[in-house]
Structures are given as C-alpha cells and as structure tokens.
C-alpha cells in the first residue's frame, strides 16, 4: 500500500521559534496533499490543501501567514509553524492523494506531535 | 458548524458480535463518504468508501450502509475482533473540490474478549 511519512513525529519548541514539519509520498506521486489538525478528543480539521507548484489554498479561519506551506516537489510538501505559541500545540497530519486515483485514496502520514512551551 | 456527527463517543463490543457506528451529516452536496480507523498517535487509515449512488458497499468484514434521505450512514463490522478496537473516524465529501475531506468526531470502538 501506499506510505506517506512525516518528520518529525514529535517536537517540543519554545514560544516565538518555528517550527518545520515534513510530509513525504515514499511510494507515489501526489500533486495534492492536505494539512490537518487535531485537538484532544476532536475531529480531524482540514488546514489547507497543498498543490504541488502553485500556492496553497487556506480554510477559513486559518492563518497563511503562520502557517506557511511549501510543495516543492510531487512527494514533499512542508508545513512551517511561524511563531509558534503555547495555542498552537496539537497533532498536525497530513495526506496525500495519490495522482490520478479516486478522491478515496488520500493516505495519511502518522502525525506529528507539536508541543510548544 | 459540525457538518459530520457521530453522536457516540464511544462504543463497547463482545468479540464476535456486530459492531454499528453510526454518522449523521447536513450537508447535502456531500456525495461520497469513507470511514477511516485510527490508533493513537498515528495517521488514519482508509477502511471502506461509498458513493452516493449506493446505498450499501461490502467488503469482508466492513459493510458501510447509505441513507441519503436521512443524512446517515453507518459503518458494520461482523464479527467484531480485538484488533478492530480503535477510533473510527466517518469522512464525507463531494466532487469537484480536490477530494477535500470533512471528518466526524471519531467513535472509540472497544471490542472486549
């Protein structure tokens, strides 16, 4: 089956410092992939969705500018916490959607956990 | 606004019986739906789909059930095994929009011996 992997799978950073997050394809191509967040015991809230060559495209409510993404290539897309502050801790996911395959096959990575102190 | 519910936090299962998690959603131009399995500190993964045109799709063990007029659908796992014990996330969303998903609240299955 399809891997998608990220990096790291944990951080703990001090306020006010960025943090980088990496997605990775490792066995298939995704122009697309999606940004998640999850708080405790919450749902799953889509954050943005990256295209690989073009600007990501925010949900409402969320912040482009302390969230940068990054999609440079067709199996790397990176999210940058700028800034980060005690609020913006919780588990960051991301998916990618394998190219040219139905909207059900959206692989997810195994999350990362941010911790900001 | 919560545009896909699942009411039950939480669902306890003897090994061996029918597991029914249910999802109601309001938004009718959603028209595909997927359940997702989660364990702790790990991404989902993708169980089973249906499109809007079924009204049931099976496979082995997981048969998701389709209610277009109620908004509802519900995810069926026969017989229930130990290692289904997990959050069950339902999914829903609709063509044209890149495959963007909305997520339930998740279901902490737990199928007891």
């Known amino acids: 089956g399809a891997v998608v992997s990220q990096h790291p799978s944990r951080v703990i950073c001090k306020s006010g410092t960025s943090v980088k997050i990496e997605c990775r394809s490792l066995d298939f191509q995704a122009t697309t992939m999606f940004w998640y967040r999850q708080f405790p015991k919450k749902s799953l809230m889509l954050m943005a969705t990256?295209?690989?060559?073009?600007?990501?495209?925010?949900e409402q409510g969320v912040e482009k500018d302390k969230f940068l993404i990054n999609h440079a290539s067709l199996t790397l897309s990176t999210l940058t916490v700028t800034s980060a502050h005690p609020e913006d801790s919780s588990f960051y996911i991301c998916?990618?959607?394998?190219?040219?395959?139905?909207?059900?096959?959206?692989?997810f990575g195994p999350g990362t956990r941010l911790t900001v102190l | 606004d919560q545009q896909v519910k699942q009411n039950s936090p939480s669902l306890s299962v003897q090994e061996g019986r029918i597991s029914i998690l249910n999802c109601d959603y309001t938004n009718s131009m959603f028209d595909y739906f997927l359940w997702y399995k989660k364990y702790p500190a790990e991404g989902p993964t993708f169980l089973i789909s249906i499109s809007s045109i079924k009204d049931k799709n099976e496979d082995g063990r997981f048969t998701v059930f389709l209610n277009k007029s109620a908004k509802h659908l519900s995810l069926h796992i026969v017989p229930s095994q130990p290692g289904d014990s997990a959050v069950y996330f339902c999914a829903a969303g609709y063509t044209g929009t890149a495959s963007k998903l909305t997520f339930g609240t998740g279901t902490r299955l737990q199928v007891t011996l």
């Open positions: 990256s295209n690989e060559g073009s600007k990501a495209t925010y």
């Open positions: 998916s990618a959607l394998a190219s040219g395959r139905a909207p059900d096959t959206q692989y």
